[in-house]
């Protein structure tokens, strides 16, 4: 019922950026909320941040507050994270998710079990 296709990783120096994005088709895009979650090698699928159907309320994972930021398009069916001031440690196959059943009045989860839908991930790397 819902398609999302990633883009925007790749390698990138530390303290640098990268601007990844996930466009999503099928349900109507404001109707649940997103998240993005990343899996480093030999890692478990952590979470990254979450955001609610109009964008109003948004969670980062610590490992993440203040340096990457969740945002969404409603109009363009698009998902960004902002990955500023990068680090090693956030080298990670990083993945796009939806979350279809979330009731309404409740904030987004962040286990990755609540999400139905993922994208096909895409590859960060962050040299030292």
């Known amino acids: 019922q819902v398609q999302l296709v990633e883009s925007g990783g790749g390698f990138v120096q530390a303290g640098g950026s990268l601007r990844l994005s996930c466009v999503a088709s099928g349900r109507t895009f404001s109707g649940y909320p997103m998240a993005w979650f990343r899996q480093a090698h030999g890692e478990e699928r952590e979470f990254v941040a979450t955001i609610s159907r109009g964008g109003a309320y948004t969670n980062h994972a610590d490992s993440v507050k203040g340096r990457f930021i969740i945002s969404r398009d409603n109009a363009k069916s698009t998902v960004d994270l902002q990955m500023n001031s990068l680090k090693p440690e956030d080298t990670a196959v990083y993945y796009c998710?939806?979350?279809?059943?979330?009731?309404?009045?409740?904030?987004?989860?962040?286990?990755?079990?609540?999400?139905?839908?993922w994208g096909q991930g895409t590859l960060v790397t962050v040299s030292s």
């Open positions: 998710a939806a979350d279809i059943n979330s009731p309404a009045g409740t904030i987004p989860s962040i286990r990755r079990t609540a999400y139905e839908y």
